[in-house]
């Protein structure tokens, strides 16, 4: 029987980052470089005297939200068969930091973030939907610690579609009491330039997935903050590479919208 809470998996060294997606591509994940056609990271608030690390705003969980437990940086496997999803790989860095009193931005270590999204065919895993059925399965699900700068990485593909969404990623960060005196949950989605997924998806696996994809304009949710949580996807020798800085504060209702609500009330500042 397979032990979800063993780790499956870990942590990426930079030496391994170069050996798997090239240098241009870890040093787009540090200075968060823009690719051709992609949409620069929007984290800060322009004019609004707010640090550079922070993003907003929360966003809805959504139905396919699974806590698997799943401790690994590289979440592209189902880790019962080792199968490895389809698609073009994407390595993900995020620095989570916390707003001090003097409003500058302190690496946030020891938080959980957790990234699960669909497959290049727009199925989740571990869900039984009208569209699919994949449980038991745990692809495209996985969490990481965050170390003492507030950073982690994750190796996934680059998204799909299924009716209705626009391409996206979600993410939660939970904190424990230890680190910021009181548990708190942050859940949010990162989306795509489109212009940028036209060209991904015009290639396999992407071009097998017919009909038609809802654009981040035709999205409800996208419009609820979208060009703010919009990933700077820079090409790299072997996929593809991005980078997100973000900081919240306690205190603000989770959102409004479709399937599960996000967290107890951590928003960004």
């Not at 209705?164 to 330039?193: L, N």
Request: with cysteine.
């Amino acid at each position: 029987m397979h032990n979800d809470d063993s780790m499956i998996g870990r942590l990426l060294t930079r030496r391994e980052l170069v050996a798997l997606f090239g240098s241009s591509a870890v040093a787009a994940m540090a200075h968060r470089v823009s690719g051709q056609g992609a949409a620069p990271q929007s984290g800060a608030i322009p004019g609004a005297g707010v640090p550079a690390c922070v993003v907003q705003p929360q966003q809805t969980e959504g139905p396919y939200f699974v806590d698997e437990k799943l401790l690994r940086s590289d979440i592209r496997t189902d880790p019962s068969t080792g199968a490895v999803k389809a698609g073009a790989p994407l390595a993900l860095t995020l620095k989570v930091s916390q707003v001090t009193s003097d409003g500058k931005c302190a690496p946030l270590a020891r938080a959980q973030v957790d990234l699960w999204q669909c497959d290049a065919m727009g199925a989740y895993s571990d869900v039984k939907d009208k569209l699919f059925d994949t449980s038991g399965q745990k692809f495209l699900r996985g969490h990481q610690i965050t170390n003492a700068a507030g950073a982690v990485q994750f190796v996934t593909i680059y998204p799909g579609w299924y009716p209705g969404r626009a391409v996206h990623v979600h993410f939660k960060v939970r904190t424990s009491p230890a680190e910021t005196q009181a548990a708190y949950e942050f859940t949010s989605q990162f989306y795509f330039d489109e212009q940028f997924t036209d060209r991904v998806h015009a290639r396999e696996p992407y071009a097998a997935h017919t009909g038609q994809r809802t654009r981040n304009e035709k999205d409800g949710i996208f419009r609820d903050g979208g060009p703010q949580l919009t990933l700077a996807v820079a090409e790299a020798a072997k996929g593809y590479a991005a980078a997100f800085d973000l900081a919240m504060r306690p205190g603000d209702p989770p959102p409004a919208g479709r399937g599960r609500r996000g967290g107890r009330g951590l928003t960004p500042v």
